[in-house]
């Protein structure tokens, strides 16, 4: 993906500043993505894909390969953030699939949540627990599922991931952009 930011803001003929601004992020910030130097959230991803007026997945694919059936196998996910990383790990699930209203990832929720902010976005979020057991953080509550349980909610509600079994949990994320909704700002995210 890290090339990907970079090619398409040149494409758009966008500045580093430009894109930082509509996507409500720093320049400084932004400039280590391109660099590979930092990898951003879902919610960040979100809101570049939003400010280049691209679909989420086309920061991990080109057009070219999108497909209209797309098949991915376990062993097939695309990781999306580095194997070591502290905070929540991604791995891509059908990133060739085109014209979707969907994004689906695998999501390894850290143990410790405190240090990772609350991340909001606009549409929708699905997560549904294959393995172990995680807890859904919002500001003001919180819930434990199970293997099995699943949650629906409004992206817009800040809002982050632990795990809470021994290994880290297995969760399947969908998220529904909302991509006919106004462009929200994300002042809190780097």
Known sequence: MINRVRELRKERLMTL??????AGVTK?????VERGQSTPSIAVSAALARALGISLDS?????EQLADVTVTRAG?????TPADEAGSRYEGIALQASTKRMTPFMLYPPHDAGPVPFRDHPGEEFLFVHQGRAELLFPSRSVELEPGDSVYF????????????????????????DRDGPDTPHPHVP
């Open 154 to 177: 409004k992206a817009t509600t800040p809002h982050k991931v632990r795990s809470l079994s021994p290994e880290r949990a297995t969760i399947l994320l969908m998220i529904c952009d």
């Open 17 to 22: 500043e430009t894109l930082a601004e509509r």
């Open 59 to 63: 920061l991990f694919v080109d057009a």
């Open 28 to 32: 400084s910030y932004l400039s280590k």
């Open 76 to 80: 097939e996910r695309r990781p999306l």
